[in-house]
C-alpha cells in the first residue's frame, strides 16, 4: 500500500545527502506523502527519535548509507513499520541487494509505488547487522579507510584501503561450530553473511538471498599474496568454488571462536569481538522495494 504519511530520517554526515535529499523529498511530495523530516545525530538521538516519532507514521524513511540503515535497526524492528531506503551513503550494499536505484527520483517512486517485502536480519553477540560481519581482513581494511577519501573516491576507497592492508594481513586460527560440524581452520578473513552485498558491490555468494532465512559463510586460508590477488573475481561474483584456499559453509546460526578475542566488523563498522555467535530473524524486517 502506498504510504500516505512517512517520517523521514537523514544522516547530515552521507556523502550524497547534500546533492540528492532535496530531489528525493521532492519526488514524495508530489506523490502526495507528508513528510516528518528529522535529522539523525547520534546512535542514541536516532534510536529515540524513531520510536518517538515513527508512532503516526506509515513508514520510516532512512537517508544515509549502510552505516545509518545499521544503527537504525534496533528502534526500526522495534517500530514495526516499512522502511524506505535513500541510497545517499558511499556502499549502499542494502539498497543493491533490493535493486533500489542510486538516483535519487527513481527511489522514491519506489517507496511512493508502496511495494514491500520481508528481509532477513543478522545478529552478532548483541549486534544487529543487514548486509556482512567479518572477522580479520576486512576489519583492519575499515579501521584503514580515511572519511575524507571515502567521500571523495566512494568506492573506490575501499580498493585504496584494501590494497594498503592486504600485504600486512596476520593469519589467525578459529573454530566454525554450527550444527554438528566443528571446522578448524587458519584464515585470513571469514565472513558471514545475512544479505548478498558488501564493500561497495562484493558478493558474500553467488546465489546469497536476503530473505532465505540463511547465513553464507566463507573462510580464506593463508596463501601467497599473488594467490589472494587471484581471489579477485570471486569476491566480485562470491564464487570461490574453485579455491582451494577458501571454505564455505550455510547454515541458520554458527559460532566462530579464536583462539584471542578479536574484532569484529558488521555492515562496515567494528563493533563486537569473538567468540561471536551469529544468528537470523528471518523476514524480520519490512522494506519498500521494487515490485
Known amino acids: 500500500m502506498a504510504p500516505k504519511r512517512l517520517l523521514v530520517v537523514a544522516n547530515p554526515n552521507a556523502s550524497r545527502v547534500s546533492t540528492s535529499l532535496g530531489s528525493a523529498l521532492g519526488a514524495l511530495f508530489s506523490a502526495g506523502i507528508a513528510l516528518d523530516i528529522r535529522r539523525c545525530l547520534s546512535g542514541e538521538n536516532l534510536r529515540d527519535l524513531i520510536l518517538a516519532a515513527g508512532t503516526d507514521v506509515d513508514g520510516i524513511l532512512i537517508g544515509g548509507g549502510d552505516g545509518t540503515v545499521n544503527g537504525a535497526l534496533p528502534a526500526l524492528l522495534e517500530a514495526g513499520k516499512p522502511v524506505g531506503i535513500l541510497p545517499l551513503g558511499t556502499a ?118 536476503v530473505d532465505d532465512g540463511l547465513l553464507d559463510i566463507y573462510a580464506i586460508g593463508i596463501a601467497p599474496i599473488h594467490d589472494l590477488v587471484a581471489l579477485a573475481p570471486g569476491f566480485i561474483d562470491g564464487n570461490f568454488a574453485a579455491r582451494d584456499n577458501v571454505r564455505t559453509f550455510r547454515t541458520a546460526s554458527v559460532l566462530i571462536e579464536t583462539e584471542a578475542p578479536m574484532p569484529v566488523n558488521t555492515d562496515g563498522e567494528v563493533t563486537t569481538e569473538t567468540p561471536a555467535e551469529f544468528s537470523l530473524h528471518a523476514a524480520a524486517l519490512e522494506v519498500f522495494a521494487p515490485a
Request: net charge positive.
Open 92 to 209: 549502499n550494499d542494502l539498497a543493491r541487494t533490493l535493486a533500489i536505484p542510486t538516483d535519487p527520483i527513481r527511489a522514491a517512486k519506489i517507496i511512493a509505488a508502496g511495494h514491500s517485502r520481508r528481509i532477513d536480519i543478522g545478529r552478532v553477540n548483541d549486534v544487529l547487522f543487514v548486509n556482512v560481519a567479518s572477522v580479520g581482513l576486512s576489519v583492519a581494511i575499515a579501521t584503514a579507510q580515511d572519511p575524507d577519501l571515502k567521500k571523495q573516491l566512494g568506492t573506490l576507497s575501499y580498493v585504496s584501503a584494501a590494497l594498503r592492508t592486504v600485504g600486512k594481513a596476520q593469519p589467525f586460527k578459529a573454530t566454525i561450530h554450527f550444527g554438528d560440524r566443528h571446522e578448524s581452520v587458519s584464515a585470513l578473513q571469514i565472513a558471514v553473511g545475512s544479505g548478498v552485498h558488501y564493500g561497495g558491490g562484493l558478493k558474500i555468494a553467488p546465489d546469497a538471498a
